[in-house]
């Protein structure tokens, strides 16, 4: 199986602040088609995940923009330009070039 | 707006059987392939399983191969998750979401197993 492994676990982060995490996989995840098929979740406490940003860098629709992703094959980061209280919860990578599609561990956003 | 709504979670005993049930509304629901995500108390998210449009193809994460069925039902607009011989560790919330891009989310039905 593809392995996502999340860095940091734990990001403290003073409010306006930039934030970034970093999210890396054992394979590339580049599909036949060309496409790669990474994207970012946010999952707000006690909220179900809400997808932020698919295949790499294409932002979902009412996402702010201060999110951004960027990356390629094997090395991926999600931004944020300006932290925001609201962006306080955990942000999950996943995968679905390879079956079993898989998650990173989650990294665990929290106002300093 | 698109909407997920998870039903049929519950307290069950380890060896027993749970099916659980998505409605989906806001789209259309029969030209999309279907996933199932789960996520243990305090635990990150593990996908479980998905469905093609027509039911044809269907995939599993090996921990609950021979044991748990995905299937849908596209009049009725809903998604299905036959769950048997169930374990401790099936405890989870279970997400219900559209596309192999888990676009969208349901709020999840919590499945307890235990004795």
């Known amino acids: 199986d593809v392995v996502m492994t999340q860095s940091p676990l734990s990001l403290p982060v003073t409010l306006g602040q930039p934030a970034s995490i970093s999210c890396r996989s054992t394979?590339?995840?580049?599909?036949?088609?060309?496409?790669?098929?990474l994207h970012w979740f946010q999952q707000r406490p006690g909220h179900s995940p809400r997808r932020l940003i698919s295949e790499v860098s294409n932002r979902d629709s009412g996402v702010p923009d201060r999110f951004s992703g960027s990356g390629t094959r094997t090395d991926f980061t999600l931004r944020i330009s300006r932290v925001e209280a609201e962006d306080v919860g955990v942000y999950y990578c996943m995968q679905r070039t390879h079956w079993p599609y898989t998650f990173g561990q989650g990294t665990k956003l929290e106002i300093k | 707006e698109v909407q997920l709504v998870e039903s049929g979670g519950g307290l069950v005993q380890p060896g027993g059987s749970l099916r659980l049930s998505c409605a989906a509304s806001g789209f259309t629901f029969s030209k999309y392939w279907m996933t199932w995500v789960r996520q243990a108390p305090g635990k990150g998210l593990e996908w479980v399983a998905n469905?093609?449009?027509?039911?044809?193809?269907?995939y599993y994460v090996d921990s609950v191969k021979g044991r748990f069925t995905i299937s849908r039902d596209n009049a009725k607009n809903s998604l299905f998750l036959q769950m048997n011989t169930l374990r401790a560790e099936d405890t989870a919330i279970y997400y219900c979401?559209?596309?192999?891009?888990?676009?969208?989310w349901g709020q999840g039905t919590l499945v307890t197993v235990s004795s």
């Open positions: 394979q590339s995840l580049v599909y036949s088609d060309g496409s790669t098929y």
């Open positions: 979401a559209s596309g192999r891009g888990v676009s969208y």
């Open positions: 469905i093609n449009q027509d039911g044809s193809e269907k």
